[in-house]
């Protein structure tokens, strides 16, 4: 069991349990308890949540000017194994603990201090030993040192501050979200044109599906060499099964063979190729039964593959699709993302309104754009939203973390986002308990 405080030697710092700060704007404090998946802050405007949202960000990506900036005193993070990281703002500079000590950030200058080099910094320099470090741009690029190299001999970094930025994962997602990801359009004319991010979306989705169906062909091609031997052995092991009971087990698995891949065509991921080719048997025959059953059996491992992605794109539709009127969404290889309108007609992603592409770009940020054992925090999704897109939005978000591995740490003003989870808010308003 790893000390308090330390980091995994594999894993990562996840998921949150308790949020603690002190000296939120000079007076406001707080321990917020967290739920494993799902957390929403309130609060009066100028409560902190957005505050709060960016300082872990800050955190877990070692960005120290912006963490030494924000206006607090003290900020302590537990995870749910123990672990945690914590952070003391002085008149100084920040001082960030974790397993090996102190690591210092010396606000002067808005320096850091590079932490393969460093440890506990105010100890080194009290032994009169180094006089400062400085380095352009941030701490993994060009350094210039403002001491003799060799006094840095045998200085080494604490464990846990080398592996933070792999081990903790954020993925801060604002109201902005429409804007972040832009990037010049070549094929579009006039300076300055840019790709609206929903096109770039369905640009990815589009190739996710190609990757993914590319290695489901190869490992199809690779069962389709093995089936031979795969239905001698089979008949050669069960020539005296009962050929009731055996013809049933084929039915039942030729079923479950046409639902998965009824529902793999049902998101773009199963067209031209029909599972269910078989011709018609006889049900009394032992040897073609267990052939045919060996059959479904591959062909439905195969299907199998395809099935984590397959979650993930109908979440993406459903959660689209429930909240859109007049038009709908359809997944498939040829455009990712195709917007049919109820005429028959299809629009680009990026004719959707503009409350619309901000719902597109919030699922699919969630469900495409976040990597396992992430913390998600969300600042206001419901702007630019219509209030009926909000009910169930907590809920869709639980059923997406499931999917992703994800906990979600939002902040709202929205009470029709909160219903049904008020036992899941934690305000940031004085008077509260």
């Not at 949202?53 to 194994?81: C, K, Q, S, V």
């Not at 993994?140 to 006094?151: H, K, L, M, N, S």
């Not at 902040?411 to 308003?429: F, I």
């Amino acid at each position: 069991m790893p000390q308090s405080g330390s980091l995994h030697p594999e894993g990562f710092l996840w998921p949150l349990s308790e949020l603690t700060v002190d000296g939120l704007f000079g007076d406001r404090g707080r321990g917020l308890p967290l739920d494993p998946r799902l957390t929403v802050l309130t609060g009066e405007n100028g409560s902190g949540k957005s505050t709060l949202l960016n300082a872990i960000h800050y955190f877990a990506n070692e960005n120290w000017t912006g963490l030494f900036h924000l206006p607090m005193a003290h900020l302590r993070l537990d995870f749910e194994d123990g672990l945690f990281l914590d952070a003391q703002w002085t008149a100084d500079g920040l001082e960030v603990h974790g397993a090996d000590g102190a690591w210092y950030f010396d606000a002067e200058g808005a320096e850091e201090y590079h932490p393969q080099v460093l440890v506990d910094l105010r100890e080194r320099r009290a032994e009169g030993g180094i006089d400062r470090i400085r380095h352009s741009g941030m701490w993994r690029g060009e350094f210039r040192y403002a001491i003799d190299p060799e006094q840095l001999e045998g200085l080494v970094a604490p464990l846990w501050l080398g592996e933070l930025a792999e081990r903790f994962q954020t993925k801060l997602i604002s109201a902005r979200r429409l804007e972040h990801r832009l990037r010049p359009d070549p094929d579009a004319a006039g300076e300055g044109a840019q790709i609206p991010v929903v096109e770039e979306f369905a640009t990815e989705l589009k190739d996710l599906m190609k990757t993914t169906l590319s290695a489901y062909a190869t490992e199809s091609r690779r069962q389709e060499k093995i089936l031979p031997t795969k239905i001698v052995q089979a008949m050669q092991a069960g020539p005296t099964e009962d050929p009731e009971r055996l013809n049933a087990e084929v039915g039942s698995l030729r079923a479950d063979v046409r639902t998965l891949a009824d529902s793999l065509a049902r998101v773009g991921l199963f067209q031209d190729e029909d599972p269910d080719h078989l011709p018609e048997y006889p049900s009394d025959d032992v040897p073609i039964l267990l052939a045919v059953r060996e059959v479904y059996r591959v062909t439905q491992q195969r299907l199998e593959q395809l099935t984590k992605l397959r979650t993930d794109l109908q979440l993406f539709s459903d959660f689209l699709n429930e909240r859109l009127s007049n038009k709908h969404v359809e997944l498939n290889q040829q455009f990712g993302i195709a917007v049919m309108l109820d005429s028959g007609d299809q629009i680009r992603p990026s004719q959707l309104s503009s409350g619309e592409q901000q719902l597109l770009a919030l699922a699919y940020e969630l469900l495409f754009g976040s990597e396992p054992e992430t913390i998600v925090l969300l600042d206001e999704p419901e702007l630019s939203l219509h209030v009926a897109w909000l009910q169930g939005l907590l809920t869709a978000f639980s059923d997406m973390g499931d999917s992703r591995g994800l906990q979600f740490l939002i902040a709202s003003h929205s009470p029709t986002v909160l219903k049904g989870h008020q036992a899941r808010e934690r305000s940031l308003d004085l008077e509260s308990p």
